[in-house]
């Protein structure tokens, strides 16, 4: 929070004591965020004393952006109330709470606990079910939907989950590589209750037209070529490319594995072992949600890579020898579409 009395200023007067105090502003914050934090908390409170709401949250958003404090938050929360936006505004009053117990203000943080728990009943749900799954592997590592909801990607592992939306219309859309994209939209009603959208099966890319070719004359005699020298057969070599694949995936996995250790240890420095279950600030939170992230990825990566790898091996091992044969090709004159060509077919 701020020095800057206007800035503690809440409609209910009953909260006014609570959003007065003031809290040290973070480190990195430099005087000119915190003017221009402090004057946008000022227009927005201006705005909510006129009842526009819908103006005022935005600039609220843009003062909490510039220097966290707690007194916006929580401002932030209840102008979130009067638009009827209960996800943001129950999540403005959770992140606050968490702000306050850890700066040890544990009075407007028992005031944000109850705002959210008093929200907690009127949210809208969204269920997001995705009927393509995971379709391909790319340098041993799963390949598959990205699904975002009003353009921001929603992480696979929560599909099918039901979260916490603010009420009206969102735009859904689903991409994959190799298939044709997917939207739609879905209008989620005030709270309580749940809505499920369904994201169809995406189809695959339809394969470019190609010109029709009509044969003018009969083809020239085969005619002998020279004879290739042996070598490996087509099998050994795609055997050659999948174990190469392998061995690039668990390297991957390796390094996202590496990753998990490090944020799971960064993690534990936010978390308090004091009480049960362990209480982790917002930082923790996140760190831990990013480990869980690495983790499974290295866990696809590994178990891929050492599935190709394998692979690789049997292929190489059955594929039979090479062979040799002459070579011969023949040319045929042709008409395509608004122009001529010849089109040349040989055995190798």
């Avoid at 009509?214 to 055997?239: D, H, I, Y």
């Amino acid at each position: 929070m701020h020095s800057t009395p206007s800035r503690a200023l809440v409609p209910a007067s009953l909260l006014v004591a609570l959003l007065s105090l003031s809290v040290p502003a973070a480190a990195e914050t430099t005087p000119e965020d915190r003017a221009s934090a402090d004057q946008l908390y000022n227009d927005a409170t201006k705005l909510m004393s006129a009842a526009k709401y819908a103006e005022a949250c935005p600039k609220l958003g843009a003062s909490q952006r510039l220097d966290p404090a707690i007194g916006t938050l929580l401002k932030l929360g209840f102008c979130f109330t009067y638009t009827g936006q209960t996800a943001s505004a129950w999540a403005s009053f959770n992140d606050a709470e968490a702000m306050a117990r850890k700066a040890g203000d544990r009075t407007r943080g028992d005031e944000a606990a109850k705002r959210a728990h008093d929200l907690e009943a009127k949210l809208s749900k969204l269920v997001i079910a995705s009927a393509t799954p995971e379709i391909g592997i790319g340098i041993g590592i799963g390949i598959g939907i990205e699904v975002r909801r009003d353009g921001v990607v929603i992480d696979r592992s929560v599909l099918g989950a039901a979260l916490p939306v603010d009420p009206g219309a969102h735009a859904i859309t689903a991409s994959a590589p190799g298939k044709e994209p997917w939207s739609g939209s879905v209008t989620v009603p005030p709270g309580p209750g749940t809505t499920t959208v369904s994201v169809p099966a995406l189809v695959p890319v339809a394969a470019a037209p190609t010109a029709a070719a009509t044969p003018l004359a009969s083809a020239v005699e085969p005619t002998p070529g020279p004879t290739p020298a042996p070598g490996w057969s087509t099998q050994r070599k795609v055997a050659i490319g999948v174990g190469a694949a392998g061995v690039a995936g668990i390297v991957v996995g390796s390094v996202f594995g590496a990753m998990t250790l490090s944020k799971t240890g960064s993690a534990k420095d936010h978390c308090s072992t004091e009480v049960t279950p362990p209480q982790c600030d917002p930082d923790g939170v996140k760190l831990y949600g990013d480990a869980k992230t690495t983790a499974n990825v290295s866990n696809v990566a590994m178990a891929v890579g050492g599935a190709a790898v394998i692979g690789g091996v049997v292929l190489f091992l059955t594929a039979p020898s090479a062979k040799v044969q002459s070579a011969r090709f023949k040319v045929v004159p042709l008409i395509g579409a608004g122009s001529g060509g010849i089109f040349v077919q040989g055995v190798w």
